[in-house]
T-cell receptor, first 115, second 111 residues
Framework: DTGVSQDPRHKITKRGQNVTFRCDPISEHNRLYWYRQTLGQGPEFLTYFQNEAQLEKSRLLSDRFSAERPKGSFSTLEIQRTEQGDSAMYLC?????????????FGPGTRLTVL | GQQLNQSPQSMFIQEGEDVSMNCTSSSIFNTWLWYKQDPGEGPVLLIALYKAGELTSNGRLTAQFGITRKDSFLNISASIPSDVGIYFCAGNAGNNRKLIWGLGTSLAVNP
């Protein structure tokens, strides 16, 4: 399977703990996006990478959130000192190079539950 | 954040019926995308539209990019039970960095 993969698929944690999620994009896709989705809503943009550079961050991405893509391939999203409001589905998407090709391909998501 | 107006919010139809849903925006988009999302999964891309007036089909699905560039619709013909899910529209206004999303249309199909 050469689609976007995310790990873990589910994470249950206690409030105050740190969690880290991983995303492996489709190979040769140089653009990578993180979204958060809560029940009944569409995905909300969190951050965007082009290769290893983080080019945009949403105001939704508080100081407790950090994302990296050190080698321009896989990416990690870390949430420190988790809060119950962080419970959501965290989605990763990738997109191939090229300015006119705007299709984003999503992974299966990581469902986070903060108790 | 900014969202698109997507309607209807939900639909319950009989197997074999046709379905239509649409999205509108207050601003011009240069890309419209339609996704389907099953419970516990990520959205799956169905159709991508890049030109005003463009009409594109993918099997029983047909989508159009509105002439005003502020709307798009998705039609599903002869619905089947596996069409059940949430359909999202998403648009890109040209900054190449993020998609703006509708709130989804939840489709239920009665066999």
């Amino acid at each position: 399977d050469t689609g976007v993969s995310q790990d873990p698929r589910h994470k249950i944690t206690k409030r105050g703990q740190n969690v880290t999620f991983r995303c492996d994009p489709i190979s040769e896709h140089n653009r990578l996006y993180w979204y958060r989705q809560t029940l009944g809503q569409g995905p909300e943009f969190l951050t965007y990478f082009q290769n290893e550079a983080q080019l945009e961050k949403s105001r939704l991405l508080s100081d407790r959130f950090s994302a990296e893509r050190p080698k321009g391939s896989f990416s990690t999203l870390e949430i420190q000192r988790t809060e119950q409001g962080d419970s959501a589905m965290y989605l990763c998407a990738s997109r191939p190079p090229g300015g006119s090709y705007n299709e984003q391909f999503f992974g299966p998501g990581t469902r986070l539950t903060v108790l | 954040g900014q969202q698109l107006n997507q309607s209807p919010q939900s639909m319950f139809i009989q197997e074999g019926e046709d379905v239509s849903m649409n999205c509108t925006s207050s601003s011009i988009f240069n890309t419209w995308l339609w996704y389907k999302q099953d419970p516990g999964e990520g959205p799956v891309l169905l159709i991508a539209l890049y030109k005003a007036g463009e009409l594109t089909s993918n099997g029983r699905l047909t989508a159009q990019f509105g002439i005003t560039r502020k709307d798009s619709f998705l039609n599903i013909s002869a619905s089947i039970p596996s069409d059940v899910g949430i359909y999202f529209c998403a648009g890109n206004a040209g900054n190449n960095r993020k998609l703006i999303w509708g709130l989804g249309t939840s489709l239920a199909v009665n066999p």
